[in-house]
């Protein structure tokens, strides 16, 4: 019998966490496999000591990046990729890496690296900035989930208190699409294939994320909608992802981002589907 651990993040109190990790061992089990979930700091990174009965894989649902180079260079097959979990995690390196192959985003700026006692006010940059993407303007930090650490900036005045407030974190402006204001498409994605989508929506927020109040219902995909979200995945390296879509003009779809340790908690109790059992088979068949 193969065996798998399936590690998230201990320090996180919210019971959302250690729920997906149920999720996948259940799948797990399901298929055959042995499965233990571990919290990332019951494993110590001893990196001059082998692992003692190490599991034939692992399901990574952390963002503890250094943990998961850790195991993989145990010789642990690790999913998703460590460098791809890094990809995801920081939204600058992201949106790099999905322009580098053409993917239809929103305008993006990464912001350029300032250190937290000084300031490049006065300059011309964030003129040139605001020049480029006009007001209202997302700002984005680069570590963020479900929603949080996004800000619509409407007003010079809140601009300038962002980027102050931001100085020694990585972030990105992005162009604002009213269009999708409220209102985006969740594609979770295992491997090439398309599994679950919902479409999400909110009337209280820009953001719409069912923790920030958003609701949710099945949707059906279209052509654009499916290749693009195919593409997103592939181009950050993600054999599990979870693609949020915008609504460009014309509902042209935009990738918003690509999340790598995608909760499926909400996707299985909106559409029945349970991306895991799709994650644990994908994993099986590649070990072979």
Excluded at 18 to 39: P, S, T, Y
Aim: glycine fraction near 6%; charged fraction near 25%.
């Amino acid at each position: 019998m193969k065996s798998c651990w399936i590690i998230y993040n201990g320090s996180l109190t919210s019971d959302k966490f250690v729920d997906q990790a149920r999720l996948v061992a259940e799948a797990a089990e399901r298929a055959g496999v042995q499965a233990m979930i571990i919290k990332n700091y019951e494993i110590v990174m001893d990196v001059q000591t082998p692992i003692k009965d190490a599991p034939d894989f692992i399901v990574f649902l952390d963002k503890d990046t250094l943990l998961a180079r850790y195991l993989k260079q145990q010789g642990i097959p690790v999913f998703n990729d460590p460098k791809v979990i890094e990809t995801c995690d920081n939204k600058a390196k992201q949106y790099i890496e999905l322009a580098k192959h053409d993917v239809a985003m929103p305008k993006t700026i990464v912001a350029p690296k300032v250190y937290p006692n000084f300031s490049i006010e006065g300059h011309g940059y964030y003129e040139r900035v605001l020049e480029t993407l006009g007001l209202p303007l997302i700002i984005k930090e680069g570590h963020g989930s479900f929603g949080m650490k996004v800000y619509l900036i409407e007003t010079k005045e809140a601009f300038d208190n962002k980027v102050n407030e931001l100085r020694g974190v990585d972030y990105v402006f992005q162009e604002f699409i009213e269009t999708s204001r409220g209102r985006d498409i969740r594609v979770n994605i295992v491997g090439d294939q398309i599994i679950a989508a919902m479409y999400r929506h909110s009337e209280t927020d820009f953001r719409a994320n069912i923790t920030n109040g958003g609701v949710a219902e099945v949707v059906e995909l279209t052509t654009a909608q499916e290749t693009l979200a195919l593409e997103a995945a592939k181009a950050v390296g993600a054999q599990f992802a979870g693609v949020d879509l915008l609504f460009g003009p014309d509902d042209q779809p935009l990738v918003c981002e690509v999340n790598g340790a995608a909760h499926i908690r909400n996707l299985l109790n909106v559409t029945g589907i349970n991306v895991a059992d799709a994650m644990i088979a994908y994993i099986l068949e590649k070990l072979g």
